[in-house]
């Protein structure tokens, strides 16, 4: 004589619907706290940054210490050319230039 | 009658292996400027001579390969003004080329070097490996590399004892160690004159040109002065880092006008290493610049007077 199915089949596919329908929730609320604690982190950060100025660092460590001079540094030309000397003045003494 | 008073008074004394001489605008603090510039020469020399053994460039030297050495605060400056002398030129002006200089023989004061035999050029180790650190005061450098400063020192030295004697006299000052030029303050009204020739230790007599400078730095750089014999050569100072061998171009001596005498003094060094290619480099900086060849022909740049014949 047969007989129905034992209703383990239809108990344990609900059980499986129940677990999944569980597990989104879990996992929604998961992302909704991770973006809310990524948009506190920002918003902390934006927050120290305005009430703290910082400083630009020199050098760190003796590999990265070599100081370059500002890429916008050149040798500087004098304010004024020398002029030639028509008359020399009499009490002023001349300075010379040349090698040493 | 009454005598008129000297617009301008000046001094002289040997210091870093040269001659210094000192003239102000005010000559009741003649003595007051001769102290500025003394107490500023001393402490170049303490951080910056290659010859002397207490020093502080031999302590970094002699600790090539070690750890980063703590130094003054001086020659962290002259450091860092060699680096950036040797950034402006692309490594023709070289702060590494202390072991250069070793290798051709300038290894003692230069009254000091006698002939010798043969030598091997050696280049420059590279300004680029130096190591400064500013916040800590320490420089280090790698094994085999040699610090020397001759390119810059000096003129550095005399940038800062002319505003030092600028200030301690409240008027113009100019300072001038081996033909290096500085100035400070305002100029006398006619400026200062500067006789413009191949030998600081020669006199206003000597051939070359006199002009007037209104501020700023001039100096000269020149392959006719410090030089030797090793083998059958003749050798000079001013080496080219990349061969560690003497400049060899056109130019025997480069007379350069900058705001400053370190600036002046890197353009006119780097001159006489580029050879060929000085002129055009010196106009495009548009720096002021007299240039002499080995025949002697002259040629100009930037503004520099012509000669007043």
């Not at chain 2, 072991?99 to 003692?108: E, K």
């Not at chain 2, 413009?196 to 006199?210: A, F, I, K, L, N």
Request: glycine share 10%.
């Amino acid at each position: 004589m047969a007989s129905d199915p034992p209703p383990f089949g239809r108990t344990s596919h609900r059980a499986v619907a129940l677990r999944d329908a569980g597990l989104r929730r879990i996992s929604a609320t998961t992302r909704w706290v991770a973006a809310a604690v990524v948009a506190l982190s920002g918003a902390l950060a934006l927050m120290a940054a305005n009430a703290f100025h910082g400083h630009t660092a020199t050098s760190t460590s003796s590999n990265s210490s070599v100081t370059q001079p500002p890429s916008s540094d050149a040798i500087q030309q004098p304010s004024q050319a020398p002029q030639a000397v028509v008359q020399q003045p009499q009490q002023q003494p001349v300075v010379v230039s040349g090698g040493s | 009658m009454v005598a008129t008073p000297p617009a301008s008074a000046s001094e002289s004394f040997d210091a870093l292996g040269t001659t210094a001489v000192v003239a102000t605008t005010q000559p009741d603090q003649l003595a007051a400027a001769l102290e500025a510039v003394r107490a500023t020469i001393a402490d170049i020399d303490t951080a910056c001579s290659r010859f002397r053994a207490d020093s502080e460039l031999s302590r970094v030297n002699a600790a090539a390969g070690g750890g980063a050495q703590a130094v003054s605060r001086t020659f962290i400056r002259a450091t860092r003004c060699a680096l950036r002398a040797a950034a402006l030129t692309d490594g023709d002006v070289d702060p590494t080329i202390g072991g250069s200089l070793q290798a051709a023989g300038y290894d003692r004061d230069f009254a000091a070097i006698r002939a010798g035999g043969p030598v091997r050029f050696r280049r420059a180790g590279g300004w680029r490996c130096v190591e400064v650190d500013p916040d800590r005061a320490t420089v280090r450098i790698p094994a085999g590399v040699e610090l020397d400063f001759g390119a810059t020192a000096k003129a550095l030295a005399a940038d800062i004892a002319a505003t030092a004697a600028a200030g301690a006299t409240g008027g113009g000052a100019l300072v001038s160690l081996g033909g290096d030029i500085a100035t400070a303050g305002a100029a006398p009204a006619e400026g200062w004159l500067v006789r413009v020739g191949e030998d600081s230790r020669g006199g206003p007599e000597q051939p070359g040109q006199t002009i007037s400078i209104a501020g700023g730095g001039l100096a000269t750089s020149t392959t006719t002065l410090r030089r030797w014999v090793r083998g059958e050569r003749a050798v000079h100072h001013i080496l080219d880092p990349s061969t560690g061998a003497p400049a060899a171009g056109r130019w025997r001596t480069v007379s350069v006008a900058a705001a400053t005498c370190v600036d002046a003094n890197v353009a006119s060094t780097a001159a006489i290493i580029r050879g060929d290619l000085a002129a055009a480099w010196l106009e495009e900086l548009a720096l002021p610049a007299r240039l002499v060849a080995h025949d002697g022909s002259v040629t100009l740049t930037g503004g520099w007077p012509l000669e007043l014949i």
